[in-house]
């Protein structure tokens, strides 16, 4: 089926949860993230995305951005996948993500994006 909607976990112990999709398969919810490698504090933050109809395809892609609650930085995050199902029925996201942080000039956004 590949529904979005529900409580995702990924291998680095993040979060998501999704609300059910409306009628133009949009989503929105909240990801409460692992621990972070630089010690800041991450809080939970919104998402919202869409998916692709699971009546036109049978693995769907999504795409969802989060605006990250920090306390130091302003950051956000574009995630792109798409959603597979296995022989037993195992619903699994593959996804690429893209982090943005802002920049204090234009001569340091060279270094801004992950």
Partial sequence: QCLLSGSWQSDTSCRMVVSTLDKDNR????YLPGPAADGS????SSLEGS???TGLVPHPTFSFIINWRL???AQTT????????D???????HALWLL???ADSPAEAWKATR
């Fill in 27 to 30: 989503f929105s919810g909240f």
């Fill in 41 to 44: 504090e991450l809080l939970t």
């Fill in 51 to 53: 998916q692709q109809d």
């Fill in 71 to 73: 306390r130091e930085t």
């Fill in 78 to 85: 574009v995630f792109l996948g798409q959603c597979y199902v």
């Fill in 87 to 93: 022989s037993s029925g195992e619903e699994t996201l």
């Fill in 100 to 102: 943005r942080e802002a």
